[in-house]
T-cell receptor, first 116, second 113 residues
Framework: GAVVSQHPSWVICKSGTSVKIECRSL??????MFWYRQFPKQSLMLMAT?????????EQGVEKDKFLINHASLTLSTLTVTSAHPEDSSFYIC????????????FGDGTRLSIL | DQQVKQNSPSLSVQEGRISILNCDYT??????FLWYKKYPAEGPTFLIS?????DKNEDGRFTVFLNKSAKHLSLHIVPSQPGDSAVYFC????????????FGTGTRLQVTL
């Protein structure tokens, strides 16, 4: 149980392109999903908390107009990197947690984004 | 400000022996702690967690110990297996923060034959 699917796993695109990443909870409903970014040999940095049916909550320093988050259903959240530039190249990972107190977050397999 | 620290970037253990991974935190509001295992180019896999009302939680070969007074937790893996070789992250969250996790910097475990 507790499977989170993230798609695509790898994207290579030109500078200026917008890229959408999907995160789905396959066997549970997630009112809250999270988006992380990981730089090489560093820890996971939380970018934003995605709340079903409401606006996402962004961490300090994360541009909300750059990283658009939509959480339209209890099983799907999307992250769109708008007008991507080479400095946006990174490993993006989503997670979802089941309802209830002290439930662990379960992670997708991540998306490697490379902007040329 | 690194609120969750894993001071050992790497650890090498012989197969069959015990692996002990350590984690320290500074935020006294943290009340839920987790350990994740991560392979390159994959998302973290949840291993085990512990609530601050407990000092020990065990699941098969994995045991997590929590020392609240020292703000320290550790993950014990026994016996260690080659398949345990990965990067291990500890993470913590505070009640009332919508379960946001703060991750440590990770410890790379290598289990040798």
């Amino acid at each position: 149980g507790a499977v989170v699917s993230q798609h695509p796993s790898w994207v290579i695109c030109k500078s200026g392109t917008s890229v959408k990443i999907e995160c789905r909870s396959l066997d549970f409903q997630a009112t809250t999903m999270f988006w992380y970014r990981q730089f090489p040999k560093q820890s996971l940095m939380l970018m934003a908390t995605s709340n079903e049916g409401s606006k996402a909550t962004y961490e300090q320093g994360v541009e909300k107009d750059k990283f658009l988050i939509n959480h339209a259903s209890l099983t799907l959240s999307t992250l769109t990197v708008t007008s991507a530039h080479p400095e946006d190249s990174s490993f993006y990972i989503c997670s979802a947690r089941d309802m209830g107190h002290n439930q662990p977050q379960h992670f997708g397999d991540g998306t490697r984004l490379s902007i040329l | 400000d690194q609120q969750v620290k894993q001071n050992s970037p790497s650890l090498s253990v012989q197969e069959g022996r015990i692996s002990i991974l350590n984690c320290d935190y500074t935020n006294s509001m943290f009340d839920y702690f987790l350990w994740y295992k991560k392979y390159p180019a994959e998302g973290p896999t949840f291993l085990i967690s512990i609530s601050s009302i407990k000092d020990k939680n065990e699941d098969g070969r994995f045991t997590v110990f929590l020392n609240k007074s020292a703000k320290h937790l550790s993950l014990h893996i026994v016996p260690s297996q080659p398949g345990d070789s990965a990067v291990y992250f500890c993470a913590a969250s505070a009640y009332g923060t919508a379960s946001k996790l703060t991750f440590g910097t990770g410890t790379r475990l290598q289990v040798t034959l």
